[in-house]
């Protein structure tokens, strides 16, 4: 019996679809490096503050175990200056789970600095690169207006 074939004839289980959304946004103007930089400090805040959006620990094959992930897919936006300011303002009404990157954080090299650096500058003047939410998927939704998916 080939055992390629055992698996060509079960039954495909449903596709998993979330009612929530994990989403980044980010400015357009950032280098590479940037981008990845910011995605990964943005996402590391979601699991402490919403631990349902955490999965099960992984192990591969021989038992080697790996720390658990999101559950579910991060979907990564950009936008401009404006779209980051106007998703701000729309996070905050909607009092979603939500992360903020400025530009100053680019030149801090911790966390205590990065704490003073945001709370040093009042809420309308943050110079936002980048901005995580969670929450219902139409909420999120409504707080991206205007961005467009990462190419």
Request: proline content about 8%; glycine content about 8%; hydrophobic content about 45%.
């Amino acid at each position: 019996m080939r055992t390629e074939n055992l698996t060509a004839d079960a039954p495909a289980a449903p596709p998993v679809r979330f009612d929530t959304k994990i989403a980044v946004l980010l400015r357009e103007d950032l280098e590479t490096w940037q981008r990845l930089n910011v995605t990964a400090f943005l996402v590391s805040g979601l699991g402490p503050a919403a631990p349902e959006v955490i999965g099960e620990p992984y192990a591969d094959a021989d038992g080697t175990g790996y720390l658990p992930m999101f559950r579910q897919p991060v979907l990564v936006f950009e936008g401009t200056k404006e779209n980051l300011t106007a998703a701000h303002a729309r996070v905050l009404s909607r009092a979603l789970p939500r992360a903020v990157f400025t530009r100053d954080l680019f030149g801090t090299g911790n966390d205590r600095d990065n704490r003073a650096a945001v709370a040093a500058v009042p809420r309308d003047e943050l110079d936002l690169v980048g901005l995580a939410v969670y929450g219902p998927r139409n909420a999120v939704d409504k707080v991206l207006k205007g961005a467009r998916m990462h190419p």
